[in-house]
């Protein structure tokens, strides 16, 4: 069709964590001197076959475990790569493979929902035929039972986009549990559902209820009610390790079948699993403008205008909620989004500070020493690579 040095992303549909994995690919085409085509499945009207054989591709990455690709693409002899593969691919030991770290997601979880006094911890995935999803379920109960704890699991929920089905599923199985307790929901989407469950009978999150989920698009888990704490996986760098191996593979055709895995950021911790000692609801929606305005530039004394009180009863209440005084919790929401910059090899140190809220960057270079006991240089280049498996 072109000479020129054409890559497909072959994907079900342009969206949720695609969006960001497109961003880490288009990264490395960049570099390499590829133009990256994106081929959405859902959207096709004729044979993805035909589709290849118009584009005639160096290559391609296939984005999922999608049921709609064809078969053929098995025994493909076009140089490809699986991204977040079903699990016949992943234990094949045949492929060339980039790894959501499922078990790193169930740990962040397992260390969320530990961090408060639970009765009870639960579990509530996609489908069994899902295979992240139990992934995720198998380590999330593998700590759990080290500990001697039980999980109760609610492992294949609903009927796939019907989400009355899963609401009629849940109640009864959210009501039955042991309160406190803490909830793993394998994802944002059913995690949403879980709080209109309890929001339906009458249990109050965090208090009866704590809910962490996965994938942290802030539009999204911003807006529930409590907001939702989510796992933030570096879907970027998830597409960067995936055009990567492909580079690899083509500069090399020899090169051996590898996994590589891209490692979650951390947990954004919102209402749905905070505690607050006292002072709750003011200080909740404190907690809620710090974690969506630090970066931009947000001072102590517009949080203490927020709470409505004076500044020394606001950081009495702050600090008996919390554990922390106010300029403490800024800093923690703007140093973990310093380290989210960080992960990005495209992103330049020097504007970080400004990006992050503060006017100095030799305050954020002294300070990120001071924290992590290394540079920001260091720290990128130590966090730079995906391991291995």
């Known amino acids: 069709m072109t000479s020129m040095n054409i890559v497909l992303f072959i994907t079900d549909l342009h969206t949720g964590s695609r969006i960001p994995e497109l961003a880490g690919i288009r990264e490395v085409a960049s570099q390499e001197g590829w133009h990256i085509e994106e081929i959405e499945l859902q959207r096709l009207t004729q044979p993805l076959e035909k589709i290849v054989a118009y584009w005639d591709p160096l290559g391609c990455i296939f984005e999922g475990s999608s049921h709609l690709l064809p078969k053929s693409t098995k025994t493909w002899s076009l140089p490809h790569v699986h991204l977040d593969p079903p699990e016949e691919i992943f234990t094949s030991k045949t492929a060339f493979v980039v790894m959501n770290d499922d078990l790193g997601i169930a740990e962040l979880a397992h260390r969320e929902l530990a961090r408060q006094d639970c009765a009870s911890f639960a579990f509530i995935g996609w489908s069994r035929e899902v295979f992240w999803s139990r992934r995720r379920l198998e380590r999330f109960r593998s700590i759990l039972s080290s500990m001697g704890k039980p999980c109760t699991i609610l492992e294949d929920p609903w009927t796939l986009g019907n989400k009355n089905d899963l609401m009629s599923r849940l109640m009864p199985w959210i009501a039955a549990l042991p309160k406190p307790c ?27 209820v704590r809910i962490v989920g996965t994938d942290d698009n802030p539009d999204f888990c911003d807006h529930t009610r409590p907001s939702l704490s989510s796992i933030r996986p570096n879907f970027r760098q998830g597409g960067r390790l995936a055009a990567e191996l492909l580079a690899k593979r083509l500069a090399d055709p020899t090169s051996p079948p590898e996994t590589r895995v891209y490692h979650p950021f951390g947990v954004t911790t919102r209402l749905s699993t905070r505690v607050l000692a006292s002072f709750g609801k003011n200080v909740g929606a404190a907690l809620d403008l710090i974690r969506r305005e630090a970066c931009s530039g947000l001072k102590a004394a517009d949080v203490v205008k927020a709470l409505g009180v004076s500044e020394r009863i606001a950081e009495t209440r702050f600090k008996a909620a919390t554990g922390n005084r106010i300029t403490e919790e800024i800093t923690r929401v703007r140093l973990a989004r310093v380290l989210e910059l960080l992960a990005n090899p495209r992103q330049n140190i020097g504007p970080i500070a400004n990006l992050c809220g503060w006017d100095s960057d030799i305050y954020l270079k002294r300070l990120f020493k001071a924290r992590y006991g290394m540079t920001m240089r260091e720290w990128r280049e130590s966090h730079s690579k995906g391991s291995f498996s």
């Open 182 to 208: 803490g909830i793993f929901a394998v994802n944002d989407d059913v995690a949403a559902v879980a709080l209109e469950a309890c929001r339906r009978l009458n249990l109050t999150v965090p208090l009866d």
